[in-house]
């Protein structure tokens, strides 16, 4: 008897965690669907910041179990009419027995609610910078500030060779080097940016006044990358965009039989790399690494 009444009360307490799990994705559903444009449709990344936002507090919560709420949601949608007319082939009036013409019921209005039009703060285009543009300009400051330490190191080099030049008559002014990089930072525009003394310093005791920002060896692959970023970008206007698996199948296709793929391998080759892995399968030969760039 124990055991049977143990059973009906893990039962209902299994039954009333299912219907608070129901009403929680209900909540997160409601959210999503307040964000839902004129045109009907849920603007993309919604679903998942809506996600995230409510995943630290349901911890059982997962992408599919939303999805398939809003479908759920989507399919019990009951479409309103403004008005209901009877059926007028099953009159309700009494049958006359005069041979008038029978009048005409009148027809029966059922006023229903309608549902609650969209704000309009809906319809205003979000705001925000494109994608990809912060990796750009971050690219675009780093080049500004190897420039400008370059241009530093050149400039301080001539006037360390003016002063060896003319020996004792002419003296370098003390702090002339921090007053040369606060200059030059100035006039770059560059913000937030610090150029180490030492650095100049140690380039121009070196003579190694420019230094190149990729200091290991070139891409084979370099000259005909700008066209691979070519078309991924297209299939991504395209609105079919690729994951980093997907484009590292697409450019070793394109590279597939031809000089760049003997290229590549022979490039590989010398670097340790192995055409068969542990399985005797072949190898790929585009990688993670060399997409992480883009």
């Known amino acids: 008897m124990t055991r049977a009444n143990n059973k009906k009360r893990e039962a209902a307490a299994a039954k009333a965690r299912k219907a608070l799990r129901v009403k929680h994705v209900s909540l997160v559903c409601a959210e999503i669907e307040n964000h839902r444009g004129l045109n009907g449709r849920i603007p993309r990344g919604i679903i998942q910041k809506v996600f995230t936002e409510h995943k630290h507090v349901y911890t059982w919560l997962t992408i599919d179990v939303v999805k398939k709420g809003l479908e759920k949601s989507k ?91 003319e020996g004792e008559k002419v003296r370098m002014k003390r702090n002339g080097l921090d007053d040369l990089i606060n200059q030059k930072v100035k006039e770059s525009g560059l913000t937030g940016v610090k150029v180490s003394k030492k650095a100049i310093q140690q380039r121009v005791y070196r003579s190694r006044l420019v230094v190149a920002p990729h200091r290991g060896a070139q891409s084979p692959l370099k000259p005909i990358e700008a066209y691979i970023i070519s078309m991924l970008n297209q299939m991504a206007k395209m609105r079919q965009p690729l994951s980093v698996s997907e484009g590292l199948a697409l450019a070793n296709a394109l590279i597939e039989g031809t000089e760049w793929e003997q290229c590549l391998r022979d490039f590989k080759t010398k670097r340790g790399w192995q055409q068969l892995d542990e399985e005797g399968l072949s190898s790929s030969l585009g990688e993670r690494g060399w997409a992480r760039k883009y």
Not at 81 to 96: G, H, K, W
Not at 139 to 145: N, Y
């Open 75 to 165: 399919k019990n949608e009951v479409v309103l009419t403004e008005t209901a007319i009877s059926d007028l082939s099953n009159p309700t009036f009494d049958i006359q027995d005069s041979n008038e013409p029978a009048a005409v019921p009148p027809a029966i209005i059922q006023e229903q609610e309608l549902p609650p039009e969209l704000p309009l703060e809906t319809s205003k285009p979000k705001g925000g910078r494109p994608r990809g543009t912060t990796m750009k300009a971050l690219r675009e400051k780093e080049a500004k500030k190897e420039a400008l330490i370059n241009d530093i190191a050149t400039t301080w080099s001539g006037k360390v060779e003016e002063e060896k030049s």
